[in-house]
């Protein structure tokens, strides 16, 4: 059993940043990738960002340029760095961890990112 947890979700201002955690814990064989999705209210949970292999990362185009991600699989954890933030990035972020390529992985329970003024 695996288990994720994502932290540092909360209201920010338009152009204002957070930075999002997640750890997991169990059974962890490897760590293929880690990244994180969003489901904005009324909307299908879209992909955000990923690593894989600890260093080669991919953004979504909406996002790219203002969200970093970075992970330490030693600690079995990945970071969402997220600046320039829009009231469009209002959404629940979820994190997923793929122990093997393709796999659908584990996900977090979410953590809510509201951005408004």
């Known amino acids: 059993q695996v288990q994720l947890v994502e932290s540092g979700g909360g209201l920010v201002q338009p152009g204002g940043s957070l930075r999002l955690s997640c750890s997991a814990s169990?059974?962890?064989?490897?760590?293929?990738?880690m990244g994180w999705y969003r489901q904005a209210p009324g909307k299908s949970r879209e992909w955000v960002a990923t690593v894989i292999g600890g260093r080669n990362t991919y953004y979504a185009e909406s996002v790219e340029g203002r969200f970093t991600i970075s992970s330490d699989n030693a600690k079995k954890a990945v970071y969402l760095q997220m600046n320039s933030l829009k009231p469009d990035d209002t959404a629940v972020y979820f994190c997923?961890?793929?122990?093997?390529?393709?796999?659908?992985?584990?996900w977090g329970q979410g953590t809510q990112v509201t951005v408004s003024s």
């Open positions: 997923n961890l793929k122990m093997i390529k393709g796999a659908e992985g584990y």
């Open positions: 169990g059974f962890v064989r490897s760590i293929y990738s």
